[in-house]
C-alpha cells in the first residue's frame, strides 16, 4: 500500500531555513505529481507546493520564491526546501499524491519562532 513518511521539520528562527524530506513506497514514484501540504492550528489544510512526474512545479503565492519543491525519482523521494521561514510558516506539512485520495501521513511539524 501506498506509505508517505515526511521529516525534517522542527523549531527555527525566523528568516532561517528547513529542508523538509517525503519517502514515499507501494506506487510508481516517477509516474505520480506530488504535492506538499501544510495544515496550521485553526485552518484548513492548503497546498503548499506541486511537482509532476517531468517536474514541473507550482506554489503556493505564500510561499513563492522562498520555498523549493523537488524530486528524486531514484530515491522515490520528494523535498521541499523553505528558505526566509515566517512565524505565519509555522504548521504540520505533509506530502501527498496530488489528485490521488491517498491516507496522509503523520506529517512533520515545522515550527517559526524567536
Known amino acids: 500500500q501506498v506509505q508517505l513518511v515526511e521529516s525534517g521539520g522542527g523549531l527555527v528562527q525566523p528568516g532561517g531555513s528547513l529542508r523538509l524530506s517525503c519517502a514515499t513506497s507501494?506506487?510508481?514514484?516517477?509516474?505520480?505529481?506530488m504535492g506538499w501540504y501544510r495544515q496550521a492550528p485553526g485552518k484548513q489544510r492548503e497546498l503548499v507546493a506541486g511537482i509532476t512526474g517531468g517536474a514541473n512545479t507550482d506554489y503556493a503565492d505564500s510561499v513563492k520564491g522562498r520555498f523549493t519543491i523537488s524530486r528524486d525519482n531514484s530515491k522515490n523521494t520528494v523535498y521541499l526546501q523553505m528558505n526566509s521561514l515566517k512565524p505565519e510558516d509555522t504548521a504540520v506539512y505533509y506530502c501527498?499524491?496530488?489528485?490521488?485520495?491517498?491516507?496522509w501521513g503523520q506529517g512533520t511539524q515545522v515550527t517559526v519562532s524567536s
Open positions: 507501494g506506487f510508481t514514484f516517477s509516474n505520480h505529481a
Open positions: 501527498k499524491r496530488r489528485f490521488r485520495n491517498d491516507a
